[in-house]
């Protein structure tokens, strides 16, 4: 179990310490114990939030976050799962792995930190770029329509879809909160500021 976290290499303003700062208030208000708890991640500049928790964690493969989370819950349903991953993981490579989450309703959390970009990557166009956003893979602006990820979660089957800005630190607490309470698959997608390469 990890009790030090490792030092956070996040570019100043972004918008991971914000959900960083949302998620740890949640679980130290619903009061879950560190040994019940595991934070899984799959690779992204969010993922790197397994390492930054206390309790259990581990930052997979890209992609692959939720079949690992559903893995874990599956062996031992009393502890607290909760998944991490960016939008090019959970709604590109990974889509199928959300979509039967969704229609399983194994309950964990699923939260998508949303910049609208693959960051670590250094801000390619993902399949939640804007129309028009100019990217490193995009540098006359992007001309394919973004998908809708909260549509998406819903018509899959998932019962707990919610959608929320990076902003609102207690909105977010409350929504993960809520999340955590939910008896099945629960999506939040965090709309994420990325100073470094999110523009528009
Ligand atoms: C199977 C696989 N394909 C591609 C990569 C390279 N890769 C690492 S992170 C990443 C994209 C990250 O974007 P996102 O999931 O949106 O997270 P962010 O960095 O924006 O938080 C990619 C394509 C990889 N690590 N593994
Ligand atoms: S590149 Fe963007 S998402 Fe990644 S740490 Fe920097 S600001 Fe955050």
């Known amino acids: 179990m990890r009790h030090n976290t490792n030092k956070i290499q ?10 960083h700062i949302a998620l740890k208030q949640a679980i130290t208000e619903l009061k879950i114990p560190l040994h019940q708890l595991v934070v899984v991640t799959g690779i992204g500049c969010n993922s ?15 992609g692959r976050g939720i079949p ?22 959970s709604y590109g490579i990974g889509v199928g792995h959300l979509i039967h989450a969704c229609r399983r309703n194994i309950p964990f959390v ?15 166009a993902s399949c939640t770029t804007p129309i028009g956003a100019k990217t490193k893979s995009t540098p006359e602006g992007n001309e394919i329509a973004p998908m ?13 879809v ?8 207690k909105l977010m607490k409350e929504t993960i909160m809520e999340a955590i309470k939910f008896n099945g698959f629960a ?12 523009r528009w």
């Open 10 to 19: 996040w570019c100043p303003g972004c918008g991971d310490f914000l959900i």
């Open 162 to 169: 919610r959608s929320v800005p990076d902003k609102d630190i």
């Open 68 to 89: 690992f989370a559903t893995g874990v819950k599956m062996a031992n349903p009393e502890l607290t799962v909760i998944s991490v991953s960016g939008d090019g993981d």
């Open 110 to 124: 699923h939260i998508t930190c949303d910049n609208q970009n693959y960051a670590l990557t250094t801000g390619q």
């Open 187 to 198: 999506h939040i997608n965090i709309q994420q500021s990325c100073p470094s390469w999110k």
């Open 148 to 160: 809708h990820p909260v549509n998406l979660a819903e018509v899959a089957g998932c019962k707990f």
């Open 48 to 62: 790197k939030m397994s390492q930054y928790m206390e309790g259990y964690g581990s930052e997979t493969l890209h």
